[in-house]
């Protein structure tokens, strides 16, 4: 049963363009949402983070958008750089617990 | 700036030894995890800590217990390894738990044959 999906297992995006990373979601309960980005042979490392009160959070080039009506959300990078090439995971939370779900990570390359 | 260290970053085991995975943090970080990373699954929680001298199931727990030994550290052992437990396993810390950002260490694959 996977609470948090990741459909796309991988994006290919030019240099300068929009990329957009989409994440659905089936519990909702869950109130609190977070993006990570990983490099090989590196941990996750947190990247964005939005409150299910809010529809949109922007941390410089970096947005993420919430619909709670279609249990979606989407991290927007724009404009893409090489260096934003990694694999992103979506996770979600219900903070009355403790118990962090993750999607199953999308692979997204920038293509010079 | 340490941050989060596991120890080994890989590891080699026939079916049936057994091992400990090491996890430090240096961050006075109260709560800790372990995941496990396989391919198209994610990253599945195993075992966590909300705050020192608490444990408690995640999502995978079959075969693996931790300790969380102090503040700073948090164990995970495989009794009994078996090739299902081949994977990446990545230990991280959080300030409060809740939906507070995880600092994940770099990672321990483990092979098991």
Redo the contacts between chains.
Sequence with gaps: DQQ?K?NS?SLSVQEGRISILNCDYTNSMFD?F?W?KKYP??????LI?I?SIKDKNEDGRFTVFLNKSAKHLSLHIVPSQPGDSAVY?C?A?D?GA????????TRLTINP | NAG?TQTPKFQVLKTGQSMTLQCAQDMNHN?M?W?RQDP??????IY?S?SEGTT?K??VPNGYNVSRLNKREFSLRLESAAPSQTSVY?C?SSEI???S???????TRLTVT
């Design positions: 948090v990741q297992p609190y977070l990570y042979a590196e941990g996750p490392t947190f983070s409150s995971f996770a939370i903070q403790q118990k962090l779900v993750f999607g199953q990570g | 989060v709560s995890y995941y198209g699954m994610g990253l599945r929680l966590y909300a408690d995640g999502e990545f991280a738990g809740g939906g950002p995880l600092h994940f260490g770099n990672g």
